[in-house]
């Protein structure tokens, strides 16, 4: 067998597949579209997020408006939707099978869905986007046995998500905590789910498959998932007295602590940062400091064995229990947000395109002969 090249690369850590304008990995920050997510964290809205990663820079007064009016427009689900996701939610299975079943039937019913002109994949963009939440809103509360929340026109994608997977209107610092959560969730560069939505698009397959492909890709445990796993391991571990001893196990049977380590930051992530402020004062009003604690321990003790340091999903998770939400709920709203970024990178697929085709190092035999099956 010949010698393994240099160049095969398990996990493809640090080949360059492409080229991007939409968001990168810059020094100790992430940049969308040149803005560090610090200062889009703290002056921006989800909308105007979505309009800054699908066009070259943020929208103006007008465009805002005029993007606000066609989401709220299209928030309220097509009649078709009902039975199946009535169907879905009685279905066993992951929130996210869920989740990818009722986005490829909402394609399904997009007669134009073949349609990859840039323009249309916009506008199929702009439905999608709004009605997502909706679509996580009502299966979340049919599973539940409760009836779907209907969208308020001309409120925000953030205050409608709240307002209909809890049936309560969100305070306007709820709000806030949600959009901001949403702006850091929604682009991250050539992240797992955006690679598998960019390699769908090369193939000039329909938008709705790359979104489709994107939600199997962000359900794993070891992307988008982590965020619900962090919440179970917490609950798994009990207490704040229990921390240091679960960490030691887990450090020692060499098993993966979720929330912690990631590809590119080895310094920390600073969404990471940014939602262990955030979660901090909710979990103060939401009498939740106690797991707080407990996160900050495990935060502690992972640097301090592994060098490891938490990522975007290690406090997201608690930000949305202290906002009242379920933690099968987690990565789908991961998708609220992150089918933004994943728009804007198959609109940038589809402009610029070359159909992903690598090639994999044959490690397997090559000398074998059929026997006939009496012999097998
Ligand atoms: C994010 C992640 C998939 C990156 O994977 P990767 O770049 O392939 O990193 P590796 O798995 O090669 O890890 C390198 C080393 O750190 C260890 N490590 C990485 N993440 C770890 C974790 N969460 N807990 C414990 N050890 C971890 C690995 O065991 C490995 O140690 P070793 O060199 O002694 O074998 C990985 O850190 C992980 O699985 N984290 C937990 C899941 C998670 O939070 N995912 C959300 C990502 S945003």
Same mark, same amino acid.
């Given at each position: 067998m010949s010698q393994i090249p240099e160049s095969a690369n398990k996990g493809l850590e640090n080949i360059i597949a492409c080229t991007s304008e939409i968001s990168t990995i810059h020094d100790v920050t992430l940049l969308y579209r040149g803005y560090t997510i610090e200062d889009l964290a703290a002056n921006i809205g989800f909308e105007e997020c979505i309009s800054l990663l699908w066009n070259s820079d943020l929208p103006n007064a007008s465009q805002l408006t005029e993007l606000k009016k066609k989401i709220s427009e299209n928030q309220k689900l097509p009649a078709e939707m009902t039975p199946i996701l009535e169907m879905i939610a009685k279905a066993q299975g992951h929130s996210m099978a869920k989740l990818r079943t009722a986005v490829s039937y909402f394609g399904m019913l997009d007669t134009k869905a073949e349609d990859i002109t840039?323009?249309?994949?916009?506008?199929?963009?702009?439905?999608?986007? %709004?009605?997502?939440?909706?679509? /996580?809103? =009502?299966?979340?509360?049919?599973?539940?046995?409760?009836?779907? @929340?209907?969208p308020v026109a001309g409120k925000t994608i953030a205050w409608n998500f709240l307002n209909m997977i809890?049936?309560?209107?969100?305070?306007?610092?709820?709000?806030?905590?949600?959009d901001t959560a949403l702006v850091l969730h929604a682009d991250h560069e050539l992240n797992?789910?955006?690679?598998?939505?960019?390699?769908?698009?090369?193939?000039?397959?329909?938008?709705?498959?790359?979104?489709?492909?994107?939600?199997?890709?962000l359900k794993g445990p070891l992307h988008g998932g982590a965020n619900e796993a962090v919440m179970i391991m917490l609950k798994e571990i009990g207490s704040y007295a229990k921390v240091d %001893?679960?960490?030691?196990?887990? /450090?020692? =049977?060499?098993?993966?602590?979720?929330?912690?380590?990631?590809? @590119?930051?080895?310094?920390?992530d600073p969404r990471a940062k940014i939602l262990k402020e955030l979660s901090l004062q909710t979990c103060k009003k939401a009498g939740l400091e106690d797991f707080h604690k407990m996160l900050v321990r495990i935060q502690e003790q992972m640097e301090a064995k592994k060098g490891l340091m938490p990522n975007v999903d290690f406090y997201s998770g608690l930000v949305y229990t202290a906002l009242g939400?379920?933690?099968?709920?987690?990565?789908?709203?991961?998708a609220v947000s992150r089918i933004s970024g994943w728009t804007a990178q198959v609109l940038e697929q589809y402009a610029n395109n070359r159909i992903y085709r690598p090639r994999a190092f044959y490690v397997g035999p090559l000398d074998k002969k059929v026997k006939p099956l009496a012999q097998r």
């Amino acid at each position: 067998m010949s010698q393994i090249p240099e160049s095969a690369n398990k996990g493809l850590e640090n080949i360059i597949a492409c080229t991007s304008e939409i968001s990168t990995i810059h020094d100790v920050t992430l940049l969308y579209r040149g803005y560090t997510i610090e200062d889009l964290a703290a002056n921006i809205g989800f909308e105007e997020c979505i309009s800054l990663l699908w066009n070259s820079d943020l929208p103006n007064a007008s465009q805002l408006t005029e993007l606000k009016k066609k989401i709220s427009e299209n928030q309220k689900l097509p009649a078709e939707m009902t039975p199946i996701l009535e169907m879905i939610a009685k279905a066993q299975g992951h929130s996210m099978a869920k989740l990818r079943t009722a986005v490829s039937y909402f394609g399904m019913l997009d007669t134009k869905a073949e349609d990859i002109t840039i323009p249309a994949i916009k506008e199929k963009a702009t439905r999608l986007t %709004a009605a997502l939440g909706t679509i /996580v809103a =009502a299966i979340s509360r049919l599973e539940q046995g409760q009836k779907p @929340v209907a969208p308020v026109a001309g409120k925000t994608i953030a205050w409608n998500f709240l307002n209909m997977i809890r049936g309560k209107e969100p305070t306007p610092e709820e709000e806030k905590l949600f959009d901001t959560a949403l702006v850091l969730h929604a682009d991250h560069e050539l992240n797992a789910s955006s690679f598998t939505a960019r390699v769908v698009a090369s193939t000039t397959s329909d938008y709705y498959s790359d979104i489709t492909a994107a939600i199997g890709s962000l359900k794993g445990p070891l992307h988008g998932g982590a965020n619900e796993a962090v919440m179970i391991m917490l609950k798994e571990i009990g207490s704040y007295a229990k921390v240091d %001893a679960f960490i030691d196990d887990a /450090v020692n =049977a060499k098993k993966k602590v979720m929330g912690i380590g990631h590809r @590119v930051y080895k310094n920390g992530d600073p969404r990471a940062k940014i939602l262990k402020e955030l979660s901090l004062q909710t979990c103060k009003k939401a009498g939740l400091e106690d797991f707080h604690k407990m996160l900050v321990r495990i935060q502690e003790q992972m640097e301090a064995k592994k060098g490891l340091m938490p990522n975007v999903d290690f406090y997201s998770g608690l930000v949305y229990t202290a906002l009242g939400l379920r933690p099968r709920d987690f990565t789908p709203i991961f998708a609220v947000s992150r089918i933004s970024g994943w728009t804007a990178q198959v609109l940038e697929q589809y402009a610029n395109n070359r159909i992903y085709r690598p090639r994999a190092f044959y490690v397997g035999p090559l000398d074998k002969k059929v026997k006939p099956l009496a012999q097998r």
